[in-house]
Nanobody, 126 residues
Framework: QVQLVESGGGFVQAGGSLRLSCVAS????????MGWFRQAPGKEREFVSA????????TYSDSVKGRFTISRDNARDTVYLQMISLKPEDTAVYYC???????????????????WGQGTQVTVSS
């Protein structure tokens, strides 16, 4: 059974930094794309960032571009989201997601991802 487990969330003041991690297990090593989404209370889950299998292609939502950096270490089955210059509007539950095998492009669409983690809370105070 495929499982994704996020970690690294927490409380931080505006302007601070956090690094989220997500470890995938229970599936073939690859190839597959991975992404990060977030969901604030009362709002729909929204795209944050995604990365292709080889790590050479990434994409970001306009709201986080220039502040967040996605990366992956396939030897450790792990994807990271480095977040700097955090804003109160970044407060949300952050979810990592993985596509089915052989879908390698970094998609912004929720429908492209079949496997999801349980989420990790990020709270940014003003």
């Amino acid at each position: 059974q495929v499982q994704l487990v996020e970690s690294g969330g927490g409380f931080v003041q505006a302007g601070g930094s956090l690094r989220l991690s997500c470890v995938a297990s229970g599936r073939a090593s690859g190839p597959y794309a991975m992404g990060w989404f977030r969901q604030a209370p009362g709002k729909e889950r929204e795209f944050v960032s995604a990365i292709n299998w080889g790590g050479s292609s990434t994409t970001y939502s306009d709201s986080v571009k220039g502040r967040f950096t996605i990366s992956r270490d396939n030897a450790r089955d792990t994807v990271y989201l480095q977040m700097i210059s955090l804003k109160p509007e970044d407060t949300a539950v952050y979810y990592c997601a993985a596509t089915r095998l052989f879908i390698t492009a970094p998609s912004e669409r929720r429908e492209e991802y079949h496997y999801w983690g349980q989420g990790t809370q990020v709270t940014v105070s003003s």
